[in-house]
Nanobody
Framework: QARVVESGGGSVQTGGSLKLSCVVS???????MAWFRQPPGKEREMIAS???????YYLDSVKGRFTVSQDIAKTTAYLEMNSLKPDDTAMYYC??????????????????WGQGTQVTVSP
C-alpha cells in the first residue's frame, strides 16, 4: 500500500512563488503523479500531471506559471508555482497511480492521495 505525503504549501503575496513536494512511499515505483487543487466551495480539478519523460499535462490557467517535475524513480514529484494569483488559493493535493506510461485525467484515475497542503495567495 503506497502512502502519499505533500509538503511546501504556505501563504504568499500576489506574484510570489512556492514549490510543493510530493513523496510516494511503499514498495512500488513508477507512478503517474498529478497535482489537483480545490478552491473553497469549488470542485477539485487536476492542474498538472507527469510520468517521467512521457509527457506532462497542465490546466490552461496554470500554463507558463507552474512547472511539474518528477524524479527518475517516479516516486517524488514537485510543483513549482510562480507568478501566483489570488485565484490560485486552494488546497493542493498530490495523487499517484502505478503506471507504465499512461496518466489519467480524472480523480478516478488515481488510487493514492495525500492529505493536501494549503496554498493562500493574498492580493
Amino acid at each position: 500500500q503506497a502512502r502519499v505525503v505533500e509538503s511546501g504549501g504556505g501563504s504568499v503575496q500576489t506574484g510570489g512563488s512556492l514549490k510543493l513536494s510530493c513523496v510516494v512511499s511503499g514498495s512500488q515505483s513508477g507512478f503517474c503523479m498529478a497535482w489537483f487543487r480545490q478552491p473553497p466551495g469549488k470542485e477539485r480539478e487536476m492542474i498538472a500531471s507527469i510520468y517521467g519523460s512521457s509527457g506532462t499535462y497542465y490546466l490552461d490557467s496554470v500554463k507558463g506559471r507552474f512547472t511539474v517535475s518528477q524524479d527518475i524513480a517516479k516516486t517524488t514529484a514537485y510543483l513549482e508555482m510562480n507568478s501566483l494569483k489570488p485565484d490560485d488559493t486552494a488546497m493542493y493535493y498530490c495523487a499517484a497511480q502505478p503506471s507504465t506510461g499512461y496518466c489519467g485525467s480524472s480523480r478516478s484515475s488515481f488510487g493514492y492521495w495525500g492529505q493536501g497542503t494549503q496554498v493562500t495567495v493574498s492580493p
